[in-house]
Each structure stands twice: as C-alpha cells, then as structure tokens.
C-alpha cells in the first residue's frame, strides 16, 4: 500500500468513527454534563453534601451498567446490516430487547432502593448516608424508563443513525436542568431534595423521553417497514437470550469495574469527608472524559460488528489504530487541563468553601494528575475492548476488566493506602496498576483474534 493510499485510508477510518462517536460521545457528554451541573447545585449546599453525593452517584452509576447490556441491541442490529438481513429481523431485536428491559428492571431497581444498607455495610458515615436514601429512590424508579430508552438508542445507533440520541439529550438538557434547580434547590414552590433532586428531575424527564421514543416508533411511516409494534409481540426467549449472552458481558464488564471503583470510594470514605469530596470533584470531571472515552469505544464497536459481518477484519486493526490517534489528541488537551489548571476546576466546582480548605485542594490537585494518566490508559483498554466486542467476543474483556480490577486494583489500593498508611493518595495510585496490565492483556488478545480470523 502506497503512503498517498495508506494516508486516505486514515483519514477515511478517522472520518467513520467521527461519523459514530462525535454524536455517541456528545450524547453521553450532553447527559453527563447534565448530572455534573445537578452535583454542583448540590455542591453549594456544603462539604457534607458533596461526600455523600461521592457514595450516591457512584452506587448508582455502577448498577445502572446493567443498561450496556442493551450495546447487544445496537452490535446485532450493525451485524445484520453488515450481512443484509431482512428489515424485520432488527424489529424483533428491538422488540425482545424491550422486554430484556422489563425483566432486568426488577432486580436492579430493587438493588438501587435498598443500596443503603451497602453502604452501612462498609461502614460509611451514618450522617451522610441519610443523605443518600432518598436519592436511591428516585433513581430506583428512574430505572425503567432508562433502560426502555437505552434499546431504543441502540436502535437508532444500530441503524448508523446515533444523531437521534445526541439531538434527544440535547433537547431534554434545559428540562432535566429546570427541574433539577427545582428539586434541588426547592425552587418554584417544589420542596428542597437536596440531593435528590437529581434522580427525581431524571425520573420526570426520562419518562417525556421515553413516551416520545415509543410514540414516534408506533407512528413514524418510516419505522414501520421494522415490525417493532406488529406480528409477534410474546417474548422470544432464544433471541433474549442471545441478546443477554452477547451484552451480559458488556453490563458485567463495566458493572465489575465500576464497582470494583465504587469500593475504592468507599475505602475513600474512611479517610474522612474531606477526602470524599476531593475525590468527588475530581469524579465530577473525570465522568465527563469517560462519555468521550465510551463514545469512541462504541464507535469501534459499531464498525468492528459491521466489517465483521463483511468478513473485513483487516479493517478493524486499522479502526483502533485510528481511535487511539483521536484518543492521544483529545488527551493533550485532558493532560494540559487536568496537569496545570486543577486549582481553577476545584474552585469553579467546589466554590468557596473548597477553596479555603487546604486540604482538600491539596488532595484534588493530586488526584487529577492521577486521574490524567488512569484515563489515558483505560482510554486505549476501552478502545480495544470495543473492537473485541464488535467481533463478538465480549466475555475475554469482561474477565480481564474484572480480575485485573479486583485482583490487582482493589488489593493494592487497600494495601498501599491502608495497610502503609500512605493515605488517599496511595489509595489512588494503587488503583492505576489493574487498569494498565489490562490494557497489555486486552491488546494481545485482539491482535491474536484478527491473525485468527485473517488466516482461517
């Protein structure tokens, strides 16, 4: 291949995932900066407040990874198109995925409403776990609507349209915001939630949502010729249970890490509330480089599944290696933010009362250099683990994510941090050692899988 053709193929790959991962990541980074604005309403109602919005946020954020199961909707729609398959044959998948969703929907919501009683198991402050049970409420009812939407994004992402999702979250933004000054604050006659508030605003708002999405899918003329409201519409246990098998993983994978970094919060917790809101701001910003990171892993999902179904698995290398080159570019903007303007994001997210404690400004700037380099590496981890799972292999990085996490991760961050008494600090850098051994892992794994698929 000539350097003009190798040059054109990658700018042409870079041009497909930006197609695929500018609206998925604006979507999620829309969503996010949604929650991140609700946090920092709730972060002027004092330091308390922001520690248990720590414990809260990211207890729920974990359980709610059951709903990347439903990247099964979005990666089997793709596998179709990239085979040709009947038109309705991605109806049924929707349709099943819907029903995924209301049996995952019990257990879930009935985790997140007891998720107190975690939190009094690991012996977290008493005072600030109050502050959470109201929380976990809401956002237990907030479950089901959620989830009703999710199969319906990966619907639109499936279909090589994921502008839907990024147009709906950009809509609903001011509406989620309204209501969560509202709740939060207890503004315009609403009672003051604190922070509660924000899983109440997301439950009203995911509902308009949800009931648009399912309205336009019965009414559109264009969405009829997919059968999602005709023909059968009983459960098909085989294709749940294919769609389960193939985004288990993806949900389990995601759900172990981020409970894996749940616990680290919590470990965070015995340190003092000081130490809960450094790491809660610092949280507040990494969540929304994650939405870039996960927009982009998804993308290489996408287009993995589909030149996969095209028997092109030549392409997929070339995929990663073009989203890792877009992933070292946003970073150099990360490094610079994160590395020489900490003090000013503490002091814009934490207000005042942050700034005169010297403590937590000292542990905040710290824990973004750290947070810099986690991300960089699980940025690439992602990255790879995207295009496994576009390959249908989705259980090889759930077991790695996993183990590397809790075997390696969970352990040295309780033994450098607790055990050597080198405190919140310790407990971060230790945390960074599983993230980077999984990416080595992860990348031999799929060079290995494209050589097999090249040679078979």
Not at 67 to 87: E, M, T, W
Not at 115 to 119: E, H, S, T, V
């Given at each position: 291949?000539?350097?003009?053709?190798?040059?054109?193929?990658?700018?042409?790959?870079?041009?497909?995932?930006a197609?695929?991962?500018?609206?998925?990541?604006?979507?999620?980074?829309?969503q996010?900066l949604?929650?991140f604005?609700?946090?920092?309403?709730?972060?002027?109602?004092?330091?308390?407040?922001?520690?248990?919005?720590?414990?809260a946020?990211?207890t729920?954020?974990?359980v709610n990874?059951?709903?990347?199961?439903?990247?099964?909707?979005?990666?089997?729609?793709?596998?179709?198109?990239?085979?040709?398959?009947?038109?309705?044959?991605i109806?049924?998948?929707?349709?099943n995925?819907?029903w995924?969703?209301?049996l995952?929907?019990?257990?879930?919501?009935?985790?997140?409403?007891y998720?107190?009683?975690?939190?009094l198991l690991?012996?977290q402050?008493r005072?600030?776990i109050?502050?959470?049970v109201?929380?976990?409420?809401?956002?237990?009812?907030a479950m089901?609507?959620?989830?009703i939407?999710?199969?319906?994004?990966?619907?639109?992402t499936?279909l090589?349209?994921?502008?839907?999702?990024?147009?709906?979250?950009t809509?609903m933004?001011?509406?989620t915001?309204l209501?969560?000054?509202s709740?939060?604050?207890?503004k315009f006659?609403f009672?003051q939630l604190?922070?509660?508030g924000?899983?109440?605003?997301?439950?009203v708002?995911?509902?308009f949502?949800c009931l648009?999405l399912?309205s336009?899918?019965?009414?559109?003329?264009?969405?009829?010729?997919?059968?999602i409201?005709?023909?059968?519409?009983t459960?098909?246990?085989?294709?749940?249970?294919?769609?389960f098998?193939?985004?288990?993983?993806?949900?389990?994978q995601f759900?172990g890490?981020?409970?894996?970094?749940t616990?680290?919060?919590?470990?965070?917790?015995y340190?003092?509330t000081?130490?809960?809101?450094a790491?809660?701001i610092v949280s507040?910003y990494t969540l929304l480089?994650?939405?870039?990171?996960?927009?982009l892993s998804q993308?290489v999902?996408?287009?993995?599944?589909e030149?996969f179904?095209?028997?092109?698995?030549?392409?997929i290398?070339q995929?990663?290696?073009?989203a890792?080159y877009?992933l070292s570019?946003?970073?150099i903007g990360i490094?610079?933010a994160?590395?020489?303007?900490?003090?000013?994001?503490?002091?814009?997210?934490?207000?005042?009362h942050?700034?005169e404690?010297?403590?937590?400004?000292?542990l905040?700037?710290?824990?973004f250099?750290?947070a810099?380099?986690f991300l960089?590496?699980?940025?690439i981890?992602n990255?790879?683990?995207?295009?496994?799972?576009?390959?249908?292999?989705?259980k090889?990085?759930m077991?790695?994510?996993?183990?590397?996490?809790?075997?390696?991760?969970?352990p040295?961050s309780?033994?450098?941090?607790i055990t050597?008494?080198?405190?919140?600090?310790?407990?971060?850098l230790?945390f960074v050692?599983?993230?980077?051994?999984?990416s080595?892992?992860?990348?031999?794994?799929?060079?290995?899988?494209i050589?097999?698929?090249?040679y078979?």
């Open positions: 291949m000539s350097p003009s053709t190798t040059q054109k193929t990658f700018f042409k790959n870079i041009y497909q995932l197609i695929f991962a500018l609206p998925l990541s604006a979507s999620m980074l829309i996010m949604t929650s604005i609700a946090m920092f309403m709730v972060a002027k109602l004092g330091e308390k407040e922001l520690a248990a919005g720590a414990l946020v990211t729920n954020i974990t990874m059951v709903s990347l199961v439903f990247y099964a909707v979005g990666i089997l729609i793709s596998h179709s198109r990239g085979q040709q398959n009947s038109l309705l044959n109806g049924e998948i929707v349709k995925g819907m995924l969703a209301l995952l929907f019990l257990p879930a919501s009935l985790l997140l409403w998720a107190n009683y975690i939190l690991f012996h402050d005072e600030l109050a502050l959470c109201t929380y976990f409420h809401f956002a237990a009812l089901l609507p959620s989830l939407c999710m199969v319906i994004f990966q619907f639109f499936g090589g349209r994921p502008r839907v999702s990024m147009i709906l979250s809509a933004m001011p509406v915001l209501f969560s000054y709740f939060i604050l207890g006659g009672p604190g922070l509660a924000i899983p109440s605003a997301l439950l708002s995911q509902i949502v648009g399912l336009f899918l019965f009414f559109s003329t264009d969405m009829k010729k997919y059968g409201f005709s023909g059968k519409l459960p098909d246990f085989v294709l749940i249970k294919k769609l098998a193939l985004g288990y993983p993806i949900g389990l759900g890490e981020l409970s894996a970094m616990l680290a919060t919590y470990f965070m917790g340190f003092g000081t130490a809960l809101a790491s809660q507040q480089v994650v939405m870039i990171i996960l927009g993308a999902t996408m287009l993995s599944s030149a179904g095209k028997q092109e698995t030549e392409s290398s995929y990663v290696m073009s890792i877009v570019f946003i970073f490094f610079i994160f590395f020489f303007y900490s003090y000013d994001l503490i002091a814009f997210f934490g207000g005042p942050a700034i404690n010297p403590l937590l400004v000292h905040a700037e710290i824990f250099i750290i810099a380099i960089y590496a699980d940025g981890r990255i790879v683990s995207g295009a496994l799972r576009g390959l249908h292999d989705s090889i990085p077991n790695v994510g996993i183990i590397c996490l809790w075997a390696i991760s969970i040295a309780y033994i450098i941090g050597l008494h080198t405190g919140p600090i310790g407990l971060r230790g050692s599983g993230i980077m051994i999984a080595v892992i992860l990348s031999k794994r799929l060079k290995d899988k050589i097999s698929y090249k078979a």
